[in-house]
């Protein structure tokens, strides 16, 4: 995990912890006085939340405990987590960017990918111009480093 990672899973898990968790108490409260509990959809649902809240606390929290920082690279020359690197795949005649870090850290929507991902694991430790095979669970494909920043 990145320094950058480490410091948005503590202040995450800070937040869930103080926060959150007294928000979703409130509702429960809110919720139980309202009376009978059986039929209080209000109630299931601050519950539920609570649930996942307690959840994703356990989880962040693991990840913190355990976490291993590795240092910031500024060298360009080959991929490397923290690298965002751009590929072209001549199957599909498009350019990708994705960004390689530790699995803690992983992001679809803004193309973050782990290093122990199939296109992560094929772009580790290769150089601009270099042609990549990605062994994925549906196929082999390639890919082209275009570039490394």
Do not use: C, W
Not at 60 to 89: C, P
Request: no cysteine.
């Amino acid at each position: 995990m990145t320094q950058e990672g480490y410091d948005k899973a503590v202040e995450r898990l800070r937040y869930l912890q103080t926060e959150k968790r007294a928000a979703i108490v409130e509702r429960i409260a809110e919720a139980r006085s309202h009376g009978d509990l059986s039929e209080n959809a209000e109630y299931d649902a601050a519950r539920n939340e609570q649930a996942a809240n307690e959840g994703e606390i356990a989880e962040l929290d693991y990840k913190v405990k355990n976490a291993v920082i590795i240092a910031e690279n500024e060298d360009t020359s080959t991929v490397h987590i923290g690298s965002r690197v751009t590929v072209y795949d001549e199957e599909f005649e498009e350019e990708m960017t994705y960004t390689i870090m530790g699995t803690t850290e992983v992001n679809a929507m803004e193309n973050i990918i782990s290093n122990e991902s199939p296109v992560g694991i094929a772009l580790l430790k290769h150089k601009k111009g270099d042609v990549v095979s990605v062994k994925a669970p549906d196929g082999d494909y390639t890919l082209k480093i275009v570039r490394i920043d």
